[in-house]
């Protein structure tokens, strides 16, 4: 069975200071790991995912993320957060034929 | 290219009706699934489809159906509403639906059902 866990249903920064959203998965095979955004109002959008490439992911709108597989973790980071990152973000996890497993998300707020 | 569309985008219904709500996925894209989305339950997985066939379904009651056409485009159907249904239908595409594929999944702005 596969499932994901973030770490903070709710993170604020202040404009311009690092983002991190933590997410931790469990899969029993090598996962394919994504990042969603959801706006309000509005479906989810990929950020960026993991396909056993490269373990450093970079995304769009200046997001990246680390699978570290010692740790069972992908988080996002974003060097310095901006007004319009203010969303909801959520970890998604797909390994072993199943279908997507999402995280309960996390809300980012960003403050001027 | 056009993206995932869904219809409607809001809906209101009344406790024990029935409801259809549309999805059509990205032009070439034969992989469709559906997610419900609540406050309490965050996004879980309905069912997917590809190739009009229903290839996994996750864990909901029955009265949660859905289909798919030749052309791709996907319904799914609650009977016999309940106020819990209330929630943000989302429905998502993708290329291959292989299910060990990297294919994104993406998509559509949701529908909005209200149960009153």
């Known amino acids: 069975a596969q499932s994901v866990t973030q770490l903070g249903s709710h993170v604020s920064v ?3 200071a690092l983002v991190l959203l933590r997410c931790n998965y469990s899969s ?6 994504f990042w969603y955004v959801q706006y309000p109002n509005q479906g989810l959008q990929l950020l960026l995912k993991y396909t056993s490439a490269a373990t450093l992911v970079k995304g769009i709108n200046g997001f990246e993320a680390e699978f570290k597989k010692s740790e ?13 990152d203010a969303a909801e973000y959520f970890c998604a996890v797909r390994s072993g034929g199943q279908n997507f497993v999402f995280g309960p998300g996390t809300r980012l707020s960003v403050l001027p | 290219k056009a993206g995932v569309t869904q219809t409607p ?20 894209h034969r992989s469709v699934s559906w997610y419900q989305q609540t406050p309490g339950q965050g996004l879980q997985f309905l069912f997917e489809y590809f190739s009009e066939t229903q ?3 996750g864990n909901f009651p029955g009265r949660f159906s859905g289909r798919q056409f030749s052309n791709s485009r996907s319904e799914m159907n609650v009977s016999t509403l309940e106020l819990g ?13 292989n299910s060990d594929s990297t294919d994104t999944q993406y998509f559509g702005p949701g529908t909005r059902l209200t149960v009153l």
Not at chain 2, 85 to 97: E, I, R
Request: net charge positive; proline share 7%.
């Open chain 1, 14 to 16: 202040s404009e311009g």
């Open chain 1, 28 to 33: 029993s095979v090598p996962p394919y790991l």
């Open chain 1, 72 to 84: 069972t973790s992908f988080h996002l980071t974003k060097p310095s957060a901006h007004m319009s």
């Open chain 2, 9 to 28: 985008r809001y809906l209101i219904k009344t406790r024990g009706q029935q409801v259809t709500l549309s999805c059509s996925p990205i032009s070439g």
């Open chain 2, 55 to 57: 290839r996994n379904k």
């Open chain 2, 85 to 97: 249904d209330s929630a943000l239908y989302l429905c998502a595409s993708s290329f291959s639906g």
